[in-house]
């Protein structure tokens, strides 16, 4: 289980991402935003979202995972576990 202070940091990160990739705004993030609702949501955006968030968080983020995760909050969690599992 993931303690709220791990996810907050997370989602902090992620959120800056997000907002570089799509092109909006940090505030529009929210944690149950849904990728295929933020615009600019072409498959190149998508990789270069798990590019970055490889790099960022020194995971490895299958891409079937990435296109099958449906929200900012999956996407978060998913990381933050991959972090623990290190």
Avoid: C, Y
Avoid at 32 to 44: A, R
Avoid at 62 to 84: C, G, K, L, N, W
């Amino acid at each position: 289980m993931l303690n709220a202070q791990e996810e907050s940091a997370v989602r902090e990160k992620l959120t800056v991402i997000l907002a570089e990739v799509f092109k909006v705004s940090e505030s529009s993030i929210k944690p149950d935003s849904k990728l295929s609702d933020l615009p600019n949501g072409e498959s190149i955006n998508i990789i270069r979202m798990i590019a970055l968030i490889e790099r960022t968080f020194d995971v490895v983020l299958p891409t079937f995972v990435a296109f099958h995760m449906d929200s900012v909050a999956d996407i978060t969690r998913e990381i933050a576990m991959m972090q623990r599992a290190r």
